[in-house]
């Protein structure tokens, strides 16, 4: 199997890359900073440096080509909350993207390509209660719901051609090296750790294995189709909180109220207080098999591999 990855520098696509080195397949990479990317990927089979937001890369790097997995994006927390210029950035950077992905693989006349494109959980409408949203429910109102819905629709629109589309779409990743933890793993270990709000609010997670092994088994069985990249078991904030804090051997002190995060992080604050009681329903049925449903499980894992 031939991969071409976009996005590969990144937390996800690193662990992707390790993967797909473990199942020796081959691997392309499209990156803007083609040096960067080769420093990461000495053994990548071809670095093509593209700004995809900026050109349609030509049709004759797809010729070899079994499967495009586009994880491309700007990190979406900022903590000075969203400018109107990040998130220009957030939006291009996933819209105007695969726009430009999916144009360049038209004019490749490659039609038994796959696809396998990101999304998020911020797809579906903010619930206060335990509201449970699979892969049929509508998308919501919010700056990224229109994201994510004008992103999947981008991707989609390969199908024209006849092109397999997965869409999976990520909660709360979890892994050592970025997501959430990597953003908040100081603060927690210096027992620092804080709950955002009243800590009801429900976190739909994925530990990065799972997100791993999830894209890849969309490529390998070549899925049409939604697929949430979530586990069986969302928890509410305040007990991932304490979980991770736990993990940690450290205690959990602080609340920071949501007025608070609001008038700090202004729209932004949403993605911390906003509840998402996701179930991968449509991913289960597909015959994907979770290695992590339990958090405890999870964060165990993610803290011992990577204790040297």
Not at 17 to 34: G, P, T
Not at 91 to 96: D, E, G, K, P, T
Not at 219 to 228: T, V
Request: charged share 20%; hydrophobic share 40%; proline share 2%.
């Amino acid at each position: 199997m031939r991969y071409l990855i976009t996005g590969a520098t990144g937390f996800i696509g690193r662990e992707l890359i390790s993967q797909i080195r473990k199942n020796r397949d081959s691997f392309e990479v499209i990156s803007r900073n083609a040096e960067r990317a080769k420093e990461i990927f000495p053994d990548a089979d071809q670095i093509h440096q593209i700004d995809l937001k900026r050109e349609v890369p030509q049709g004759n790097i797809f010729k070899d080509i079994d499967v495009v997995i586009n994880l491309a994006g700007e990190f979406v927390f900022s903590f000075l909350g969203w400018t109107k210029s990040k998130k220009s950035s957030i939006y291009n950077s996933r819209v105007l993207l695969t726009s430009n992905l999916v144009k360049g693989i038209y004019s490749s006349g490659n039609n038994s390509i796959g696809i396998v494109s990101a999304s998020a959980v911020g797809y579906y409408p903010q619930a206060d209660n335990k509201k449970i949203l699979d892969e049929e429910s509508e998308n919501g109102t919010q700056f990224l719901s229109k994201v994510c819905l004008d992103w999947e629709n981008e991707a989609i629109s390969a199908r024209k051609l006849g092109i397999d589309v997965s869409i999976v779409r990520l909660g709360v990743v979890l892994g050592r090296q970025g997501g959430v933890i990597g953003s908040f793993y100081w603060p927690f270990v210096f027992g620092l750790g804080a709950v955002f709000g009243r800590g009801t609010q429900w976190w739909s997670w994925i530990h990065v294995s799972d997100v791993v092994n999830l894209i890849l088994f969309c490529a390998e069985n070549r899925l049409n189709g939604i697929y949430n990249g979530v586990s069986a078991d969302p928890v509410m904030h305040k007990d991932f909180a304490l979980t991770l804090a736990k993990s940690l051997n450290k205690g959990l002190y602080f609340k920071l109220p949501e007025l608070f995060l609001k008038l700090i992080l202004r729209e932004m604050s949403s993605e911390l207080l906003n509840s998402y009681f996701v179930k991968p329903n449509a991913t289960i049925n597909a015959g994907y098999e979770f290695i992590f449903n339990d958090l405890n499980e999870a964060l165990k894992n993610i803290f011992l591999r990577n204790v040297k």
